[in-house]
């Protein structure tokens, strides 16, 4: 390649993402009549709820939604969001906090745009989402990983957080329910976390999104509502996916102080202006329903959790925790690795390799620790149907043998 037709370093540096490389794996292994199951991308298998697709139906016959729109949201959708945070936070915040975003993924890559310089510093409780560290890089900053590994059910040492801290330390991440781990995080944990951010002057980027998604009597616990005095640093990243199963509407938010929402709508305006309209109304008659459908959907996770918490570890050599929110189980893989596997006796010797050759021989999709910075484990998303999941579990048992 000549001089003049490189890339920016910029896009250079970046990893694309796993979770996604995974799932168009699997979706194209689908449709060229490969029968794959996929545990790869957290995406609910449910319909979106009737009454939501028939608001979006009713907003594409209403010539209103054919115009640009505010380029932070409708202003309706920023008031239902702000109510929202009422209901399910139990703390104020006005609609001028609330910018509407093309999935919660455009609120990540926008927090660390707004709020970081070339150099800065971001602490990124590891195991991480993929796309944090990327989105960091993006902006010009520095992830820093801490690691919390399941000797400690994946519960971020503060200790650690504080060994990590240098002058350059401008936020840190909060995820929980946690992906990829399904932990979820101690109130003294987040507690922790938001006075420790409070007393250095750290921003807090919270992703809430799995929030409703939780068992086994676990809460979710909200640093704003942890730690009050967080909230002028504290940005909380959300969205209609994974509550409403609503992951190809695109629909996400940020709640943020006032200036650094205005900052991100700003930016927003030269990036993607308003979120589509359809989509925008039909968060909206989400957002402002009831979590009725939520709650059956997490009986359901619930069920497949136990199945597939039950099956995983049956399999010699795979060691899994038992996770208390989201939909994703993070077992241990180390024991199969330097081992032969499958008919062919293949032998693996990381867990990315190790995800390869399940796609290939068994055809089942999973995403390989190395994604979510903790090589030796597997992420399963179960998300998916009961009879999906057990035949899945059956062709990685059969096939560790
Ligand atoms: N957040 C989901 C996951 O981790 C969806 C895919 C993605 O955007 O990464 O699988």
Known sequence: MADWQTFSDRINNVTPSATLAVDSKAKAMKASGVDVIGFGAGEPDFPTPADVVDAAVKACNDPRNYKYTPTAGLPELREAIAA???????????????????????????????????????IIPTPFWTSYPEAVKLAGGKPVEVFAGADRGFEPDIAAIEA????????????????????????ETIRAIGEWAVEHHVWVISDEIYEHLNYDGAKTAYVG???????DQLLVLNG???????????????????????????????????????????????????????HMMREAFDARRKAIVAALNDIPGVH???????????????????????????????????????????????????????????RFSYALADDQLAEGMRRFRRWVG
Not at 225 to 231: A, S
């Open 225 to 231: 509502v942890e730690v009050p005095e967080c909230r």
């Open 320 to 378: 899994c925790p038992t996770p208390t929110g989201a939909f994703y189980a993070f077992p241990d893989v180390t024991g199969l690795l330097g081992k032969p596997l499958g008919e062919n006796g293949t032998v693996v010797n990381t867990s990315s390799e190790l995800a390869a050759a399940l796609l290939d021989e068994a055809h089942v999709a999973a995403v390989p620790g190395e994604a979510f910075g903790a090589p030796g484990y597997l």
């Open 240 to 294: 209609v996916a994974k509550t409403y199963a609503m992951p190809g509407w695109r629909v996400g938010w940020m709640v943020a102080p006032a200036p650094v929402a205005a900052s991100v709508a700003k930016l927003q305006g030269h990036l993607s202006s308003n979120v589509s309209n359809v989509p925008q109304r039909a968060a909206l008659a989400a957002v402002a329903g009831s979590l009725d459908e939520v």
């Open 84 to 122: 929202k945070v009422l209901r399910d936070s139990g703390y104020e915040v006005t609609a001028d906090q609330v910018v509407v975003t093309n999935g919660g993924k455009q609120a990540v890559y926008e927090s660390f745009q707004v709020l970081l310089n070339d150099g800065d510093e971001v």
């Open 164 to 187: 990590a801290r240098t002058e350059r330390t401008k936020a840190i991440i909060i995820t929980s329910p946690n992906n990829p781990t399904g932990a979820v995080w101690s109130r």
